[in-house]
Structures are given as C-alpha cells and as structure tokens.
C-alpha cells in the first residue's frame, strides 16, 4: 500500500491505538491481506510493540498475512451445510482451480476459505462468492457461479 | 511497603483467618502464607495469566462455592478457600493430562504429573513441543524489559509463542529473560565463539567481552538499550558483573 493511502487511513481513525482493529480491517479492505510493511508501519504510528500487531492479525481468521485472490470464495463449512454435501463442493472447487493447501491459486485469481457457519443453514449448502451468497449448491450449479470467474 | 488499614481484608484458607492486601493475587497470599499450590505459569513479578490451570483452589464466596484459578483470583473480604479437596485434586490430575499431550517434552510438566500419579494421557500429544504456551515469557518481555518482543500467534489449537512473522525482531535485546523464566525450558539459549543466539526468537547477537577479564558477558546491543534507558555513557557497561 503506498505510504499516502496508509496515512489516510490512520488519520480516519486519530492513530488511536485502540483502533488497531478498524485500522487493519482497512487496510485488508484495501489490499485484500495484510502487508507486512504496512503491519509494521501501522506498529509503528500507533506505537504498539510488532508483536502485539501480529498476535491480533494471526488471532482473526478474517485477516489474512498472504495475498488473497481477486475473487474470493468461502465455502460454509457448518454442521447443516456440512451434511448437506459441502465437503464435495470444497472438492470440487479445490479439483477446478488447482488450488493448493494455502487456498490461493499460483494465478493469484481465487481464494478458497472455508467457515464454520454463515447463520442461514435453511438455505445450506452456501457458499459465498465475492461477497454474493449463493443457497442450496450443488457441484452442476456451483460450475455455472464458477464460470465467469475461470475465464477472468 | 505499609499497608493502609482499608486495604486489609480478612478471610479463611482451610478454616484459619488471615489478613490479605484487598485484591492482591490468591496465590501470591497462599504462598506467603505457606501453603503449597502448583503452578506453572504464575511469577510474582508479573500479571498474573491462569494458563496453566495448575493452581486450582475451591473458594466460597457467600453462598456460592467454585473451583477456581488462585492466581488470578482477588483476595477479598469474607472468602473461604480450600485447596487439596477432591474436585481440586481430580481437576488438576485432569489439567497434567491435558498439558501432558500439550507439551510431552517438558521435564517440569512430567515430574509435576508423577507426584500427582499421572504417568500418561489419554489425549493425543503434540510430539516434540514442550512449550505449554503460558505467556510467561512474554509477559516478563513486555512488563519487565520493556521489549515487547514476542506473542502470540494464531489461536485455539494452532496458537504458538514466536517472535513476529516468527522471524527476528528488531526489538529483542537478547536478555534472555524469557529462557530464564519459562517454567519449562522450551526457549533456549546458546552462547559461542562470543554470540548469544535464543534459536526460538531468530536472535543472534554478539556479545561484549569485559575490559578486565576479557570474557564475553552479555550482548552489546542488550547493553546499549540499558545504557540508553537509565542514561549513562555506553562505557559504564565495559566490564561484567563479576569485575565491577
């Protein structure tokens, strides 16, 4: 993130410390991860020591520390969507896109998170697609979502 | 220190009355007192952090009566503690398990569990770590060096003590305060050919030999960072402790 950006952010939230989180949820709004440099630089403006900084990137499993695709797909992982056949999705998802143990594709062009439940087991199995929630998948419909975005 | 007369509470450990200092820490009153209570991750000079679950006591309060850490339990007028009672000593053999599949490296965690006849667990250990994640190490890091190096990373299962991005920070000093306090031995420390290195935090520093003896004594850089907080020159740390 250039350093102007950075700035902005920081002054949005008067470099209080007690923001720390707002802050870093702008800066993965922006960047889609966190930066090591801007991680360090935000320990820095707010004087809060690095290692407290990381503990609370590492602690939310909504931050990420590795880039992240352009797209980003999470599966709900959670016990109605489970049973419901999400599992295969993952598969299936994983078998497409070649998409390794980290969850990010080599091209950079998606991430695969999983979640424990997104509150909408009704509508299970869910999966998320750039912010877009799409019910009841199954491998034929989860091909049709998908296609766009394997062209990208 | 005098202890102002508000501050002072009375309470009962095993039926006997004591005076404690209001809110100072259970354990830390225990102790003083004599009484015998395990623990792993409490040291006086820090906050206390209820890690290690080993310090288990009962305590009524009123009408209520719980199991509860004593470390970071306040002294409070009117509570009654009992330590060794069967739900303590069954949580506690319950707790060595647990941190017997945790750390199955760590020697103090092992010998603490034979006293209490827990040779083995039924859960499933963590081959080869012997770090019970207590904190201890860090807490000691920030509220008594001031370095705030190291924390925390991740959560639940996969939470470990490392320095950030688990690579050198720049903040370490190399004391090795942390090897020195950590309950289990799990950090460290290798001193040759006049370099410190704590292998777990990536920190290799080399080291000042003393002006008079001409052995190295502790890391420059360690030395510069003490000189710079109390303000002296650089050359008041030129000879090691034993030489002064």
């Excluded at chain 2, 503690?81 to 000593?89: A, G, N, R, S």
């Excluded at chain 2, 209490?116 to 080869?128: I, N, W």
């Excluded at chain 2, 994640?133 to 996969?158: N, T």
Aim: net charge negative; glycine share 6%.
């Amino acid at each position: 993130m250039d350093s102007q950006k950075l700035e902005t952010i920081l002054d949005k939230h008067d470099r209080q410390p007690a923001a720390l989180l707002a802050i870093l949820q702008d800066i993965q709004e922006e960047e889609n991860y966190l930066p090591k440099e801007d991680v360090q630089q935000v320990a820095k403006a707010l004087s809060i020591s690095l290692a407290r900084v990381y503990s609370l990137a590492t602690f939310f499993s909504s931050f990420s520390l590795e880039p992240r695709g352009k797209h980003i797909c999470t599966v709900c992982m959670g016990t109605a969507c489970h049973v419901r056949g999400a599992p295969k999705l993952v598969d299936h998802i994983r078998r497409e896109f070649d998409v390794p143990e980290t969850g990010t594709t080599k091209d950079l062009n998606l991430t695969l998170e999983t979640v424990n439940c997104v509150g909408a087991c009704a509508l299970g199995p869910l999966l998320i697609l750039d912010q877009e929630y799409h019910s009841n998948m199954t491998p034929a419909k989860l091909d049709r979502v998908l296609k766009p975005i394997k062209q990208d | 220190m005098a202890v102002q007369d508000e501050q002072k509470v009375s309470f009962q450990i095993e039926g006997r009355s004591y005076q404690g200092i209001r809110e100072e820490s259970l354990l830390g009153a225990l102790r003083r007192y004599g009484y015998e209570v395990p623990s792993l991750c409490y040291h006086e000079a820090v906050s206390p952090y209820g890690a290690c679950r080993l310090c288990l006591v009962e305590v009524q309060k009123g009408k209520r009566r719980k199991l509860t850490t004593s470390c970071n339990y306040p002294v409070l007028e009117g509570i009654e503690v009992f330590l060794d009672t069967e739900k303590v000593v069954s949580t506690r053999k319950m707790v060595l398990q647990l941190l017997l599949a945790q750390a199955p490296e760590a020697r103090s965690v092992r010998e603490l569990a034979e006293e209490y006849g827990v040779t083995d667990t039924p859960f499933k250990k963590d081959e080869g770590n012997a770090c019970i994640s207590c904190g201890l190490c860090a807490r000691v890091c920030k509220e008594i060096v001031g370095a705030d190096a190291i924390g925390f990373a991740g959560r639940g299962l996969g939470k470990r003590m490392v320095s950030p991005y688990d690579e050198t920070n720049q903040a370490c000093i190399g004391c090795a305060a942390c090897v020195v306090v950590c309950p289990t031995d799990c950090i460290g420390l290798k001193e040759e050919n006049g370099i410190r290195s704590i292998e777990r935090w990536h920190r290799d520093l080399p080291m000042k030999n003393c002006k008079v003896c001409e052995r190295p004594f502790a890391p420059t850089f360690q030395l510069n960072h003490f000189a710079d907080q109390i303000g002296v020159e650089k050359s008041h740390f030129d000879t090691c402790p034993n030489c002064r």
